[in-house]
């Protein structure tokens, strides 16, 4: 990566603000119930707090009040939660830019101070100059530690690296180098599983990785409509029909590029979405049937490819995994790549890191990106503007 890092700038004695992922679900008690996104902030909080900074300024938005204060989304349970995996006081202001934070800074004694939810201001995603200008004034060097917005250009990723010294957090780094190493330069094969519900939400990144991969598995919503293309019938199963010809396009460069690109060959169908008791297996889908998962034969080609893959990129799941009665395709292949010893695994955020979490894999995967968006984005090739922002190396 040729982004300097915490470990590349003087910290002693300086103010650190850091941007990082605190968008954590909560419950209806506003109890949090996946601290993940916490938990990987960790290493570089330790690290700063172990150079002896004179205070670590965190940041971090949750959920979508725009530009609203929300009361069920202040960061108040982070706090709570953070204290306990640090084993010390967090402050949390009560805003997070104005006098009061300022005084908040200067004057209480914990080393660590939580700012608010950063989109309580619409200024923060309208990554507003002034805006951006009152979060550096709090600090004299800034962290970015949040790949999952590392793809907006809002004022705490973008606007505020304008204003001091930016580097990565450790987190950062570590996504650039597993998601850049495995497009940029993978071990091979290179095999990669796409699904999710969407074709147009993943155009962009077939289109991309057919000039890198040896092969694309796809599987959940989006298979439907490369099938269509086809000329297969697909029954009432998802289907963006205006996307039927850019698939059949995209099938015909992966061919001419000598991409084996792995179509679902059997399916999961029900009658109806909730009737789950119509459930059946089926080599072709009929009129009134839809299809929630991929079959035995398709599980067992996927399974065939990825054997001898060395680097596996996996974006979304192949089928409604949420529900137990259509899991059994994702379930299957998160488990098989937990046994994958000698390949890189990487999982691209979102839906699929859900999925290995579910299947109790998580630990077996090399890599899970904590981005959704951002990561794929970033497997697009597009340049992220909360990395670009930061200093070079050189």
Request: aromatic share 6%; with cysteine.
């Amino acid at each position: 990566m040729n982004k300097q890092t915490v470990k590349d700038i003087d910290l002693k004695d300086k103010k650190v603000i850091m941007r990082a992922d605190f968008n954590v679900p909560l419950d209806d008690n506003l109890a949090i119930t996946d601290d993940i996104r916490i938990k990987a902030a960790i290493p570089t909080i330790k690290y700063i707090l172990e150079q002896n900074p004179k205070k670590l300024i965190l940041m971090s938005h949750m959920g979508r009040p725009n530009g609203q204060v929300v009361e069920n989304m202040r960061l108040t349970p982070v706090a709570q939660r953070l204290e306990k995996l640090l084993g010390e006081g967090v402050f949390k202001c009560d805003d997070c830019t104005g006098a009061g934070v300022q005084s908040d800074i200067a004057e209480k004694s914990e080393r660590v101070i939580l700012l608010e939810n950063l989109r309580f201001h619409k200024e923060e995603t309208d990554n507003d100059a002034g805006f951006a200008q009152e979060l550096a004034s709090l600090a004299d060097v800034y962290v970015n530690d949040a790949f999952g917005t590392a793809h907006r250009a809002h004022a705490s990723t973008e606007g505020i690296a304008k204003n001091l010294p930016a580097v990565a957090g450790f987190l950062l780094e570590k996504e650039i180098a597993y998601l850049g190493e495995a497009v940029k330069n993978p071990q091979r094969p290179f095999v990669v599983i796409l699904g999710g519900a969407k074709v147009s939400d993943k155009i962009l990144l077939v289109e991309n990785l057919i000039s890198k991969a040896d092969a694309i598995l796809i599987g959940g919503g989006m298979a439907y409509t490369f099938l269509k293309s086809q000329g297969k019938e697909i029954g009432n199963s998802k289907l963006e029909a205006d996307k039927v010809d850019i698939a059949g396009d995209l099938l015909e460069k992966a061919k001419a590029a000598n991409v084996n690109i792995e179509l679902t060959q059997d399916f999961l169908v029900v009658d109806k979405f909730d009737n789950i008791a119509s459930r059946k297996i089926v080599d072709e889908i009929d009129e009134g049937w839809e299809s929630l998962d991929i079959g035995p034969k398709t599980i067992e080609a996927f399974k065939k490819v990825l054997s001898t893959a060395k680097t596996i990129i996996w974006n979304g799941p192949v089928g409604v995994f949420e529900i137990d009665e259509y899991a059994e395709g994702t379930k299957a292949i998160a488990e098989y790549l937990a046994t994958l010893k000698d390949a890189n695994t990487i999982i691209g955020g979102g839906d699929s890191a859900a999925a290995v979490a579910k299947f109790k894999v998580d630990q077996d995967i090399t890599h899970i990106s904590t981005g959704g968006g951002a990561s794929l984005e970033f497997l697009e090739g597009k340049a992220l503007p909360g990395i670009e922002a930061l200093k070079d190396k050189n």
